[in-house]
Structures are given as C-alpha cells and as structure tokens.
C-alpha cells in the first residue's frame, strides 16, 4: 500500500510539470543584484525562461541591461513591470522582437549619446499611464523610441501600435535609424505622456518611411515638436489634446509625402512652421483656434490651410467668469453691474461674422427661459426678460474695453438698475451671449448663467464698501 501511494505520488508530479503554462499565467521574476531566490540577474535570460509564447516579467530587484552591447529580446509577447519601486536600467539599445508592454515600472536611462534607443522594430507597444522614466545622468537625456529597427533594418509592419500614455522621452520615431520602413499602417498615440525633442514620421537617418498609411494621435500629453522627415507616403496627424510646442510641416525629404493634419478639441499648438519643402499634399484644419488658423494659413497658403469651426466653437471664448460689482443709486437704491470676458477679440473674424454680444437678465425664480430675442420681440414682455447689448455690429454699440488679464481680449457686461430696498434679497440671472453669422444664419451661442443678488454681492465686499454697508443695514445684517 505504502508502494502504491508513493507511485501515485510520483505521478501526480510528472503530470503537474507536464501542464503547459499559458502566457498569461507565465511569469518570471528579475533581480539583476541577486538577492532573490529564483530570480533570474538579466532582463535577457528573463524573457528567455519564459515560454515560447511569452509572459510576464517583474523586475523584483534593480536591474541593467549591459552598457557593452546592444540587448535583444526573444520573438515573444512580454510585459514588463516591477515590485517594491525596483527599477530597469537600460545600458545600450533595446530591441524587441515581439508585442511589449511597460506597466507599473522606472526605465532609467545610462545609455551613452546615440546608443540610447528603444527599437520596436514593427510590433506593438504600449507604455502605460503609472511608468515613469529617468534621464541619464551623463547625457540629461531620456530613451528615445522607434516603431522600427537599427541602421539598415527592414520593417514593414502590417498593423503596428505604439502607444505611450506615461513617462518622459526624447523623440519617437515613425520609422528606423536607418533603412526600409514599409508595410500597411503604423499609428502611434501619445496620451499623456510627454516628449521632450520632438516626433519625427520618418527614418532618424538615410532611407524612408514608405508604409502605406502613418498615423500619429496627439489626445494629451507635451510634445515639442512634430514635423515630416524622409517620409514618402501618407500620413495622419490628428491632435486633438494636450500641447504641442511646434508642428513644422515642411521638411526635407518629403516631396512624395502626403500629410493630412487636424487640431481640434482641447488642442494647443504654439507655433507653425516649415513653409518650405512641403509636401507634395497638404492639408491642415485647424478647428478650434480661429488665430492659429490664419497664422497657419498665412504661412502655409489658403488652398492648403481650413477650418471647420462651427459656431459652438465660440462658447469657449465666452469665459464663464463672474464678476459682480455694486453702485449706489441715490434714492433708487443700488446697481448691480455684471461683468463677463471674451477671450479672444473676435468681432473681425471672417469665417463667423460676430453680430452682436451682451446679457441677457431675468430674476432667478422666473421659469421663462433665458432664450436669446430679437429687438422689439414681445419674447422680452411677455417672458420679462432684459438685454444689455454690449456690441452690435448693426448698430454701431461698443460698450467693451480691452482686459489685460485676459490677454487678446475684452470685457463687456450688462447693468441692471433699479434694485430697490425692497430688491436687496431678490437673485437675478445673468447669462452672456454672442451672435455669429454661420453661412449667413444668425446662430446664438452661450455662456454659462451666474445668479446673484444685491445682498449676497454685498456680503462679499469687505466692510468698508460704502454701497454694501448700506444694502447690510437696509437688511438688517
């Protein structure tokens, strides 16, 4: 009987060893100073021990690549993450050869000038939002990254990703060091990660991006710079978030380009540049920033440079400030004065002609809709609803003046006058609007609504407020 369990027992471990392990459950652990049992010492005897089809490496203990050559990684699927904050040094160029993602993990930078790259040579990679990454202390410089390879490579993916959400670094480059990057499409997404130089779509050295399809995204993050180099098909950039310093769309090498550029959304880009050496087509829609779109359009030509702003578009220069002051109205009782910015001064702007500015007023517990009407509407009347016109176009009014804390723009407002004593405690609505000419239809965008009233505006202002005393002891406070 003793016999029999023992070769039971016996089996039981032939056939646990004999199960194969899925590259999800496949997980190696790293500690390059060996205090960890079990652990392998090199990133690449880590990525080695895993199975064919790939894993999981922890980085468990400090760890760096060699200094001496260049480390290559195996054809496998592999993320690489870490554990009690240890960290991957990176000595000399990387290369991956399978699908990688970084998560939850420091990739410090030792490498010397010109050795310190990430070549992902046509597969998938994704940097997720918790990396972070570290300069060198040599160099000051990050890790640069490549959807391609090393000088000379030849990659042509059929449908790479390269999307880096965390960290810092140098450049990204759409292309190799050198060499034949083709194939389908490659897109690239920076969403909230910044680089510090610029991204380059194309070759860092001799050759071309020839794939058929390059797309590069912009949701969030800092970006210096963007710009088309030794790039010879079409190519995508959409930016539609976070900040870009500078996009240069004229280049050398990019005769046989095509590049079709849109800033849109949240997007911010300081400058344009590159009106020489353009592409061979062009086109870039600027949709959210009238003043950038013809400074792109001054540099760049009207046949190449639109907008498709729409009319919505203005409700973010009508800034949803408050600004409530108070004055003294004699016998009459008080006034209430309401101020409201414009952050860019529109009124010249050709695409959407501004008409007409101001604020509308209604008292706070009126239910009617304070909807935008034409002079001479009975909509006022009937709804009670006041219009202070700070700016018509038709009319000739200019009641606004530049306000230098917001920049290029002005500010304008509405007052609202006889708010009698028994009106102090009465909150009263105001809401800032603006007219604009969309293909000859007025069309009215808002701001936001703010509700006040004399006696909370008096409770604001400091004590030695001559109009505020004066509502406070009317009121009793």
Known sequence: MKKTA????????????AVPVSAEEATVYLDGTGATAGAQTTL???????????????????????????????????????ENGAKLTIGRALILNGDTTLRSITIANAASDGLDFVYTQGHDFTVESDVT????????RFLSLYTGGAANANCAPLDQKMTVKGGEWRNIY????????????????????????????????????????????INSGTVAKILPLNAAAASEISVTGGTVGEMQLGSTNCANASLDVSVSGTAEVGRFSGETNLPASLSLDVANNYSAYLTAKSIYGEDKVTTSMTAETYKDKIANTRKFALKDNGENGVKIRYGADLSDFIVDDATFPVKEFGVLIKQADNTA????????????????IAKKIAYSAAEGHHFYFYDPDAGSGVEFGATLSGVTTDKYQTAYTFLPYMVVDVNGVDTVVYGSEFSDSAYTIAQRLTSSDATAAKILAAVGA
Do not use: H, M
């Open 6 to 17: 023992i070769f039971l027992s016996v089996i039981l471990v032939l056939l646990t060893f």
């Open 44 to 82: 690449l005897n880590a990525a080695n021990a895993l199975p064919s089809t790939g894993g999981t490496i922890v980085v468990c203990g400090d760890t760096a690549t060699p200094s001496s050559s260049a480390t290559t990684l195996p054809a496998k699927t592999l993320t690489i993450t870490s």
């Open 133 to 140: 990454t570290v300069a060198s202390t040599k160099t000051n």
């Open 174 to 217: 759409i292309g190799n060091w050198s060499g034949t990057f083709s194939g389908t499409l490659c897109t690239v997404t920076v969403d909230g990660a910044t680089i510090d130089r610029q991204i380059q779509i194309g070759n860092y050295n001799s050759g071309n991006n020839s794939c058929n399809k390059t797309v590069l995204r």
């Open 369 to 384: 809709p304070l909807a935008y009407f034409a002079d001479g509407s009975e909509l006022a009347y009937l709804n009670r």
